[in-house]
């Protein structure tokens, strides 16, 4: 069993940086893929971007490549999101998940969640 806990959320102003933590615990936390997803008001949730247990293979959704960047460090058992080039459309909470296996980009392959970080961009 594997938990996470994610933090970094804020609010930040079009065009700003911020940097999303997403903890694991557990014995094997660094054999699941991780998966950042979010979740705007009135939305359903969708991909955000993913990452492979060793850190070798990342995914992203089309309205994220180049802004956003996916990383972890298997030694503190912690997974990053890196968002530049902030828009107003990118406010929503960002939820962190675990997978054991191979990353996927569906809701329903990841069976570990957190509660989600609120991150607000205003214009």
């Known amino acids: 069993q594997v938990q996470v806990v994610e933090s970094g959320g804020g609010l930040v102003q079009a065009g700003g940086s911020l940097r999303l933590s997403c903890a694991a615990s557990?014995?094997?936390?660094?054999?699941?893929?991780m998966g950042w997803f979010r979740q705007a008001p009135g939305k359903e949730r969708e991909f955000v971007a993913a990452?492979?247990?060793?850190?070798?293979?990342?995914h992203y959704a089309d309205f994220v490549k180049g802004r956003f960047t996916i990383s972890r460090d298997n030694t503190k058992n912690t997974v990053y999101l890196q968002m530049n080039s902030l828009k107003p459309e990118d406010t929503a909470v960002y939820h962190c998940?675990?997978?054991?296996?191979?990353?996927?980009?569906?809701?329903?392959?990841?069976?570990?969640w957190g509660q989600g970080t609120q991150v607000t961009v205003s214009s």
């Open positions: 557990g014995r094997t936390a660094s054999s699941y893929a």
């Open positions: 998940a675990a997978r054991y296996g191979t990353w996927a980009d569906r809701v329903g392959e990841y069976a570990h």
């Open positions: 990452i492979s247990w060793n850190g070798g293979s990342t």
